[in-house]
C-alpha cells in the first residue's frame, strides 16, 4: 500500500514548505517567482491527496514557481483574508497578487496544466 500512503501523505521525501499568517507575506506576496499556496488542515482527506499531488508536481517547477502550503487551523487569519471557504483551495499569487483560486481536488494533468499557466517560461537551452 506504499502508493496509498504516498497519497494520504505518509510519503515525507519533497515536503511542502509551510507558512502561515507571521510569514505569509515574506514568503509569498515578497516572492519574485509565482508562488501556489494550498490552503489545506490535517483533519482534510481531499487535502491530502491534493497536497500529494503539488508535492509530485513541485520538481518538474523547480525555480519557475514555488509551492507552499496554509494550514487554515493554524492559519486563520490568512484563510480569512483570501475568503477561503471550502478546502482544499489553492491560490496562485504573481507579484504580491493573487491571480488564480480553484476549489477542491484536480486530476494530475489539469493540475500541472494550470500551474504551467503561471509559471515562469524556462529559459532556451543554447543549441
Known sequence: MGWLNKI??????GQI???DDATFNEAVLQS????????????????QVMGGLLRDLAPEFEGRLKIVKVN??????????YGIQSIPTVVI????????KFVGLMQLNPLRERLERHALHKPKEAS
Do not use: I
Request: overall charge negative; hydrophobic content about 45%.
Open 17 to 19: 514548505p509551510e507558512v
Open 32 to 47: 519574485e517567482l509565482p508562488v501556489v499556496v494550498d490552503f489545506w488542515a490535517s483533519w482534510c482527506a481531499p487535502c
Open 8 to 13: 494520504l501523505g505518509g510519503d515525507q521525501r
Open 93 to 100: 499569487f504573481k507579484n504580491g497578487a493573487a491571480v488564480d
Open 72 to 81: 487554515v487551523d493554524h492559519s486563520r487569519e490568512m484563510a480569512n483574508v
